[in-house]
């Protein structure tokens, strides 16, 4: 029996902004002010983005590590309704729909009766960095910490779908989790993938993170882990899997986590909206600052070395740049060795600022395919935001 609340909130503050949160479907929280740092049971000190449902950010120091604490890797989740504590011997997976047999796995099946499966792989939720979207959105306010690097153990998706005997004719998977809907008018969180994509060896159900279970709070006993795919896949408490030999119709895919078609950052004119959306998919190419944090105070002639962390969906980066002029000139960082081409990598630059004043430096990464970030991106929902990350320093 693995036991957590899942609402326990340390420190005595004041979150009547963000506690009542149930939820119209597509929406998040309001904007808040300043953080406020929780601990919730399992997790370790997280800035709250709301308690019902529980929605933590990862602070920005803990990017310094090359994979994410299980205890600090961020929280999502759309639905309040949810098990405080699962029972992992009575636990099962189910598998049924367009299948040659409906299946019922418990987490000794998936251990014992599969080959173990292991990638390492960020994920990234699709408003990450809502925030800084300008002109602002509405939804959860989430900064840069809205993402974690992990190695994801167990069962390929594929082996589970061919155990149940997919039949002919299967187009679409769908995915559902334990937690629930908290009003009848809201949607259940379902999620899909089409029969290809869900076939390819490489989406997963996970039930390590880091060598260790999944916390409660990141999806135990089983998650859906999609490389390269934003973060809104990844679905928590899995214990459905559905075949259809349809398109799955199901609110999240046909109304939510939509974006512009065709257009690679997603973005659009706040004046002039896209008209043609598709649901959210592959990440974008992305890199920003991990260290100094904003508003530090450096030294002038002294060294410092600048840090952070530049990602995709998979193609793999080439180059991440730095300018110390506002864009007007960019240098070429170094890049650490890669931890797998769906994880983030490290990029480092030592600077030694010759004169005292405020500097705006700015970061931007290339893929292989010659993916770039632009200089500014926006879309109605704050999605795969990817514009050149911009931090300002004090040189004193």
Request: charged share 25%; with cysteine; proline share 6%.
């Amino acid at each position: 029996m693995k036991k957590i609340s899942l609402y326990y909130i340390i420190y005595l503050l004041c979150i009547t902004s963000c506690s009542s949160n149930e939820q119209k479907p597509d929406e998040e929280t309001k904007p808040m002010k300043k953080d406020i740092m929780v601990k919730a049971d399992g997790k370790g000190d997280m800035i709250l983005l709301t308690d019902r449902p529980a929605n933590l950010e990862t602070p920005l120091w803990y990017f310094r590590y090359d994979y994410t604490p299980n205890d600090v890797f961020f929280v999502r989740w759309h639905l309040a309704n949810m098990p405080s504590q699962i029972d992992s011997n009575e636990y099962r997976l189910k598998v049924n729909g367009h299948v040659n047999r409906s299946i019922s796995l418990s987490l000794t099946d998936l251990k014992t009766k599969f080959k173990h499966y292991h990638i390492t792989a960020l994920a990234a939720c699709a408003g990450n960095a809502r925030s800084h979207f300008d002109p602002q959105v509405p939804g959860g306010q989430w900064k840069n910490g809205a993402m974690g690097n992990a190695k994801w153990t167990g069962v390929k998706l594929k082996d589970i779908l061919m155990m149940a005997g997919v039949k002919n004719g299967a187009f679409e998977v769908a995915f559902n989790g334990m937690d629930e809907p908290p009003l009848e008018s809201v949607p259940d969180f379902v999620k899909s993938l089409k029969i290809d994509h869900a076939m390819d060896g490489e989406v997963m159900v996970a039930y390590e993170m880091n060598d260790k279970p999944l916390p409660l709070l990141n999806g135990y006993p089983l998650k859906l882990v999609v490389p390269g795919w934003y973060a809104t896949y990844w679905v928590g408490m899995l214990n459905e899997i559905k075949v259809y030999n349809d398109t799955f119709k199901g609110y999240w895919m046909k109304k939510a986590y939509l974006v512009p078609k065709g257009i690679i950052n997603g973005d659009e004119k706040h004046d002039k909206l896209a008209k043609d959306l598709v649901p959210i998919s592959k990440m974008d190419v992305r890199s920003i600052f991990v260290n100094p944090e904003p508003n530090t105070i450096l030294k002038a002639h002294q060294n410092c070395e600048l840090e952070g962390l530049a990602f995709d969906g998979g193609d793999g980066i080439s180059k991440v740049e730095i300018s110390m002029n506002d864009g007007k000139t960019w240098q070429a960082t170094n890049l650490n060795p890669e931890l797998g081409k769906y994880a983030w990598r490290r990029w480092k630059y030592n600077w030694k600022p010759n004169a005292a004043g405020k500097y705006t430096l700015k970061v931007k990464a290339t893929n292989t395919q010659g993916e770039t970030q632009p200089p500014h991106q926006w879309n109605r929902s704050g999605y795969m935001r990817n514009e050149i990350e911009t931090l300002t320093i004090i040189v004193e």
